[in-house]
């Protein structure tokens, strides 16, 4: 008789599996690893190819400039006046010389570029780098 409420109590006891809970939560880490790097960078840009390698490790200003002719500064949309007085502000806030990036599409125009170079060189900016795709 004790034997049989015994194998009643184990049968009855509810179980709670957590094996597909914790697969379902891995594949969705995995997911989000893969998926993070590409969410990073909002702005469709494709840059012209190249072989230098951009030094800077912190990129503390990016210029980016779409098929479209918008100006992005990191990530942000701006306005070719406000661009360059949010560059001013930067380097007046910045004890050191900060590189800007510049990011143009290959569709843009090379006039468009130089114009957008020369405009953060005469707001103080020393360090201008362009950004390309490896080749």
Same mark, same amino acid.
């Given at each position: 008789?004790?034997?049989?409420?015994?194998?009643? +109590? +184990? #049968?009855?006891?509810? =179980?709670?599996?957590?094996?597909?809970?914790?697969?379902?939560?891995?594949?969705?880490?995995?997911?989000?690893?893969?998926?993070?790097?590409?969410?990073?960078?909002?702005?469709?840009?494709?840059? &012209?190819?190249?072989?230098? +390698? =951009?030094?800077?490790?912190?990129? =503390?200003?990016?210029?980016?400039?779409? +098929? =479209?002719?918008?100006?992005?500064?990191?990530?942000? &949309? @701006?306005?070719?006046?406000?661009?360059?007085?949010?560059?001013?502000?930067?380097?007046?806030?910045?004890?050191e010389d900060i590189p800007v990036y510049v990011r143009a599409d290959e569709k843009v125009s090379y006039g468009k570029v130089i114009e957008i170079v020369d405009e953060l060189k005469q707001a103080?900016?020393?360090? @201008?780098? #362009?950004?390309?795709? &490896?080749?």
């Amino acid at each position: 008789m004790r034997i049989r409420r015994n194998r009643l +109590k +184990k #049968m009855m006891a509810p =179980e709670i599996v957590l094996t597909p809970l914790i697969d379902t939560f891995c594949v969705l880490l995995v997911i989000f690893i893969v998926a993070a790097p590409m969410v990073q960078n909002g702005i469709r840009v494709d840059l &012209p190819f190249g072989k230098s +390698k =951009e030094v800077g490790a912190s990129q =503390e200003l990016v210029v980016t400039i779409n +098929k =479209e002719n918008k100006l992005f500064l990191n990530t942000y &949309p @701006v306005t070719h006046d406000a661009l360059i007085a949010q560059v001013r502000r930067s380097l007046a806030q910045h004890k050191e010389d900060i590189p800007v990036y510049v990011r143009a599409d290959e569709k843009v125009s090379y006039g468009k570029v130089i114009e957008i170079v020369d405009e953060l060189k005469q707001a103080g900016v020393r360090f @201008v780098a #362009m950004s390309t795709r &490896p080749a």
